[in-house]
């Protein structure tokens, strides 16, 4: 069994920054690309920014200047460091990361999710 646990959502004020952390657990051999995506109320859920297991990136470009993404390999954990936020980035942002496990080597997992508003 994969787990991934989202971390760091919350309610921010425009301008404001938040991190997210993810963290994969249980039976995994080796972790891919892993990435986040966001789905706003009546949106489709989208590509935010992703990561390769040697640390390239891609970013949306509504969001490039403003997120970063990273991640600690040795601690299976992939995070996203939010600045400069705007009411338009309020979502459910979910992590999600292609695992390797002892049955398969391409798996796609998904966390629960984590909200994320950005009001004053």
């Known amino acids: 069994q994969v787990r991934l646990a989202e971390s760091g959502g919350g309610l921010v004020q425009p301008g404001g920054s938040l991190r997210l952390s993810c963290a994969a657990s249980?039976?995994?051999?080796?972790?891919?690309?892993m990435g986040w995506y966001r789905q706003a109320p009546g949106k489709q859920r989208e590509l935010v920014a992703s990561?390769?297991?040697?640390?390239?990136?891609n970013y949306a470009d509504s969001v490039k200047g403003r997120f970063t993404i990273s991640r600690d390999n040795a601690k299976n954990t992939v995070f996203l460091q939010m600045a400069s936020l705007k009411p338009e980035d309020t979502a459910v942002y979910y992590c999600n990361a292609d695992i390797r496990t002892s049955t398969a080597w391409h798996t796609d997992y998904w966390g629960q999710g984590t909200q994320v508003t950005v009001s004053s």
């Open positions: 990561i390769t297991r040697g640390t390239s990136t």
């Open positions: 249980g039976s995994i051999f080796g972790i891919n690309a």
